[in-house]
T-cell receptor, first 113, second 111 residues
Framework: NAGVTQTPKFRILKIGQSMTLQCAQD?????MYWYRQDPGMGLKLIYY???????DKGEVPNGYNVSRSTTEDFPLRLELAAPSQTSVYFC????????????FGPGTRLTVL | SQELEQSPQSLIVQEGKNLTINCTSS?????LYWYKQKYGEGLIFLMM?????EEKSHEKITAKLDEKKQQSSLHITASQPSHAGIYLC???????????FGPGTSLSVIP
C-alpha cells in the first residue's frame, strides 16, 4: 500500500494563478481531510469529506475548493492564489471520524509570489 | 472556540535525558491524539487517549490524560536522536468530532 500520496511536492505560483493539489489514498478510507500548516500555528483544517460526493468546510476554507468524486481521490483547488496561501498543505485520511487515527501524506510546499 | 496550547514551544535536550511536553485546553478534551512530525515530512500517529486518568506507552514514549481531561502530557524517557521532530497534540472539538491541533513542540536531541 502506498498510503496517502500527494503531488506535487513543491510548487511556486504567481499571484492570481490557479492550481490543483492532488491527494490519493489506497486504504479505502471514507474520511479525507486537507490541512495547511503555517510556522508555529499547528494544522488548520481547510476542507474534509466523509465519503464520495460529500464535502464540508473546515476552519479556513476561504480561497479553496474541493471535490470528491471517488473514494480514493480528494483534490484541493486554489483559485486566484494569494501570498497568504503560502504554506505547507497536508492531506490525510481515516477509516471513519472520531477516535480513529489519521494517516497523513508527505505534504506539498506551496509558495505564492 | 476551543484552542490547544502546547508547552514548551521548543526544546533542546542532551541524548539520554528525559523530557515532558504538555498540551492544555480551556475545555474538556475528547479523544486526545499525539502525533510526531519529522522535519519536512507528514505526521505519524503515536497514540490516542480518551478516558480521564488514562495512560499509554509506546517504546520510550508515555502519554497521560489528566482526570479532568483538560491536559495531556507526553513523556520521553532516555531521549535519542531519533526522537527529534515536532510533536503535535490534537483533540476532538466535541465528542467524535473533527480534530483540532495544537501549535506543536519542536524537539531537538543532541548526541
Amino acid at each position: 500500500n502506498a498510503g496517502v500520496t500527494q503531488t506535487p511536492k513543491f510548487r511556486i505560483l504567481k499571484i492570481g494563478q490557479s492550481m490543483t493539489l492532488q491527494c490519493a489514498q489506497d486504504m479505502n478510507h471514507n474520511y479525507m481531510y486537507w490541512y495547511r500548516q503555517d510556522p508555529g500555528m499547528g494544522l488548520k483544517l481547510i476542507y474534509y469529506s466523509v465519503g464520495a460526493g460529500i464535502t464540508d468546510k473546515g476552519e479556513v476554507p476561504n480561497g479553496y475548493n474541493v471535490s470528491r468524486s471517488t473514494t480514493e481521490d480528494f483534490p484541493l483547488r486554489l483559485e486566484l492564489a494569494a501570498p497568504s496561501q503560502t504554506s505547507v498543505y497536508f492531506c490525510a485520511s481515516s477509516i471513519a471520524g472520531g477516535r480513529n487515527e489519521q494517516f497523513f501524506g508527505p505534504g506539498t510546499r506551496l509558495t505564492v509570489l | 472556540s476551543q484552542e490547544l496550547e502546547q508547552s514548551p514551544q521548543s526544546l533542546i535536550v542532551q541524548e539520554g535525558k528525559n523530557l515532558t511536553i504538555n498540551c492544555t485546553s480551556s475545555k474538556t478534551l475528547y479523544g486526545l491524539y499525539w502525533y510526531k512530525q519529522k522535519y519536512g515530512e507528514g505526521l505519524i500517529f503515536l497514540m490516542m487517549l480518551q478516558k480521564g486518568g488514562e495512560e499509554k506507552s509506546h517504546e520510550k514514549i508515555t502519554a497521560k490524560l489528566d482526570e479532568k481531561k483538560q491536559q495531556s502530557s507526553l513523556h520521553i524517557t532516555a531521549s535519542q536522536p531519533s526522537h527529534a521532530g515536532i510533536y503535535l497534540c490534537g483533540a476532538e472539538k466535541t465528542s467524535y468530532d473533527k480534530v483540532i491541533f495544537g501549535p506543536g513542540t519542536s524537539l531537538s536531541v543532541i548526541p
